[in-house]
């Protein structure tokens, strides 16, 4: 599908070097694992940590569909080494319902409708739980923003935004 | 990915030089924004990665009052964007910073590896030139400072030598009566690319700066454009001349973003609208 120099992008491929000792959080938990310098935190924590939430899209920044939480900021894991990832706290989509129970954020997804596919909603989630943890009153043009590196091709965005909106005003009551 | 790398993470300027004197092919990684697309392209084969995010000097990110503002090479743009001492004196490069690609991406971006990269459109590059950036480098001899508007020499090109790395870059004190506008066209509302941008500054003496991004091999100060608005009145007429003089001193091409026409024509459009917003602010 995507072939430079006769190597397929979409494959990983285990460099053979050495692995490097790498100590972070993810979802609340310590780990430490051995990692491929080569291999991208996505690949990490998709294909080693098994977190099928993290999704590979464009796997070049444009989509978005493989955003996570690092150190509390939304960035694109396809665009980190996973070996840069020492020390972070990390927080995937698999980190936001606690027992069992979908957060208020992801509730409000499903009640909207804001999703079809469901490809990119790991990604939306991630990105607008950094937005309400770093923000929890947007404007709508404050969560058009904080989502644009989003992509998502079934909805037209409209019942997304309302889902974020709907969910900061839901966790502002909740923690009253 | 073809590239097998090994991945190196100094804690100091020193032993991140000596690694490089020893390996001078050695890609530099701050954000990665750029380097993880060239990577996974097999663009280039890279036998080394050298991560400069733990070297103290480049997390440096301060303002002092007469001598400026330094922005450290592991700074990212959401940080530049987010920063008060930014927010009051350097108002085009808080918004050249939200312009840049995504949030999520700006997260992570620098604004040093967007200079570095050297993209004719690399849109954090025209406010550094109206603001006289100098782009501090560290070498095996030595640190070594450039001025911006000789850091470009082509596209993809900078005047960078195997071995060296920019440490960060040190912009000229600006007072809050400085005013400054940068304005982009891209395709889309969101994340993309620009079709052209522009910065014109206009300090409290009235003296007025103009540099543009996508409209010529690198990102270019024009400062004979400069020298014939010193000598016109900052009246109502500025815009509208600036709209048509200004296609006299870019030399855009066609790519796949925008026809070198239409770029000569926003350009126009974006400085004479960038004109009108300085006049507004004060410049009267």
């Known amino acids: 599908m995507c072939n430079h120099n006769g190597d397929s992008c979409f494959t990983y491929k285990d460099s053979g070097l050495t692995k490097i000792e790498l100590n972070c959080v993810i979802n ?5 694992e051995l990692v491929d310098p080569t291999m991208t935190l996505l690949n990490f924590l998709h294909n080693q940590m ?5 999704k590979e899209g464009c796997g070049e920044g444009e989509c978005g569909a493989c955003t996570i939480m690092m150190n509390g900021k939304a960035v694109n894991s396809c665009m980190i080494l996973a070996v840069e990832a020492e020390g972070a706290d990390i927080v995937t989509v698999e980190g936001l319902a606690k027992d069992g129970e979908l957060s208020t954020l992801q509730k409000e997804f499903v009640e909207f409708d804001a999703l079809q596919c469901g490809f990119c909603t790991p990604g939306m989630l991630m990105s607008s739980r950094a937005l309400l943890d770093q923000n929890p009153n947007p404007t709508v043009e404050e969560v058009k923003e904080a989502i644009a590196g989003n ?13 974020i909106l709907s969910a900061a005003k839901k966790e502002k009551e909740e923690s009253k | 990915m073809l590239s097998k790398f090994d991945y190196q993470r100094p804690k100091s300027l020193q032993e991140a030089l000596t690694f490089l004197g020893e390996y001078p092919e050695t890609k ?18 890279v036998d080394h990665v050298l991560d400069i995010k733990e070297i103290p000097e480049t997390k440096r990110f301060e303002y002092k009052p007469g001598e400026g503002l330094f922005i450290g090479a592991s700074v990212t743009v959401n940080q530049i964007s987010e920063s008060e001492p930014v927010k ?3 108002m085009a490069l808080k918004q050249a910073a939200d312009s840049l690609a995504s949030y999520q991406l700006r997260n992570r971006a620098t604004l040093v590896g967007n200079i570095c990269n050297a993209s004719p459109g690399a849109d954090l590059a025209s406010p550094l030139l109206v603001f006289d950036a100098v782009v501090h480098i560290a070498t095996p001899q030595g640190n070594k400072e450039v001025p911006i508007q000789s850091f470009f020499t082509g596209v993809k090109r900078t005047v960078l030598n195997p071995g060296e790395i920019v440490i960060g870059v040190q912009l000229a004190d600006s007072e ?13 509302k969101g994340h993309d690319l620009g079709i052209a941008g522009i910065t014109l500054r206009m300090t409290p003496s009235h003296k007025v700066s103009v540099a543009m991004s996508a409209v010529a091999p690198t990102p270019i100060r024009l400062v004979d454009l400069e020298k014939q608005i010193s000598e016109k009145s900052l009246d109502d007429t500025l815009p509208e001349w600036l709209e048509s003089e200004i296609k006299n001193h870019i030399k855009p091409i066609s790519d796949i973003r925008s026809s070198a026409d239409y770029r000569l024509h926003i350009s126009g459009v974006l400085a004479k609208k960038g004109m009108k917003k300085l006049l507004e ?3 009267k």
């Open chain 2, 281 to 283: 602010m004060g410049g």
């Open chain 1, 28 to 32: 609340g938990d310590k780990v430490c």
């Open chain 1, 151 to 163: 992509f998502c091709r079934c909805t037209g965005y409209f019942p997304i935004v309302d889902a």
């Open chain 1, 50 to 54: 098994k977190l099928f939430g993290v």
């Open chain 2, 28 to 45: 530099l990684l701050a954000g990665g924004t750029d380097l993880m697309v060239v990577l996974r392209r097999n663009m280039q084969i």
């Open chain 2, 176 to 188: 809050t009566e400085d005013h400054s506008v940068f304005l982009k066209q891209a395709r889309i």
């Open chain 2, 88 to 90: 009051e004196r350097y």
